[in-house]
């Protein structure tokens, strides 16, 4: 099956890189598609987000990594792709993940949204906390794949 696992990505994670490792189980094809947040303020632009995943999926042909503009179910179609991906860490994100999944099923019904769960070692890790210990000086090469890493040791 193809799946899509969209996100904003600012910047991606091993967290995400682990959710991708489990998706690809069942995913021939997986896109991963980086999008903006229209809640966020995002600290790199959408290319450099697609940049660095490409990397650290370098070689690995069953990942197509882009980004897209619009609602997430149009740019579904258009890729003939009819699973979205999304990763669950605690009862917090819940709400949010259930508005977007029920959203997105009234805006596209043939399109469904699968959950899937971390590595017990990242279900506190995120992109927010990522950017605060490294905006403060701190160590992140265990919270991120090293494209990730080497762009963060660029602008810090
Ligand atoms: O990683 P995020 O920030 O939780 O990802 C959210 C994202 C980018 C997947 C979501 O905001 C999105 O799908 N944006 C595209 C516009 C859209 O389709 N909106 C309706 C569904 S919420």
Redesign the pocket.
């Known amino acids: 099956m193809t799946g899509v696992y969209?996100?904003?990505?600012d910047p991606f994670t091993l967290g995400h890189k682990d959710i991708v490792e489990r998706a690809l189980k069942f995913c021939n094809t997986l896109y991963i598609a980086v999008?903006?947040?229209?809640n966020?303020k995002h600290l790199f632009s959408k290319e450099e987000r697609v940049e660095m995943i490409r990397q650290t999926f370098k070689g690995n042909d069953k990942i197509i990594v882009e980004s897209f503009q619009?609602?997430?179910?149009d740019y579904m179609l258009a890729k003939k792709a009819s699973f979205i991906i999304r990763g669950l860490r605690a009862v917090s994100d819940f709400e949010y993940e259930f508005q977007?999944a029920f959203?997105?099923r009234n805006l596209e019904s043939s399109i469904e949204t699968i959950f899937m769960v971390p590595g017990s070692q990242y279900l506190f890790l995120s992109s927010t906390i990522v950017r605060d210990i490294a905006r403060n000086n701190g160590d992140i090469s265990k919270l991120v794949p090293k494209p990730v890493l080497e762009k963060f040791k660029k602008i810090y």
């Open positions: 969209p996100g904003s990505f999008s903006d947040n229209i966020k619009g609602l997430l179910v977007m959203t997105n």
